[in-house]
């Protein structure tokens, strides 16, 4: 895990208002840690979690809020 790509990838996806729910997803499959419980997970959590797990640090574009 590369703790600088983690970081600034975080922070800029907060400082242009990516659904807080893709954040914590993209962090937790950045991670590779095991995924919240199913009843918990939404649309925009699962997005994240794959593409933190393939490594992706631009496919939160949809994700941002208006």
Partial sequence: MDKKTYYDTTVKMESV??????VLGWQTGFMHSPKL????????YE??????????TDGFSSWTKQ
């Avoid at 208002?17 to 893709?22: C, E, F, Q, R």
């Avoid at 997005?47 to 992706?56: H, V």
Wanted: glycine share 16%.
């Fill in 37 to 44: 419980e199913e009843q918990r997970v939404t649309e925009a």
């Fill in 47 to 56: 997005a994240g979690y794959n593409d933190g797990r393939e490594g992706k």
């Fill in 17 to 22: 208002g990516v659904d807080p729910a893709y």
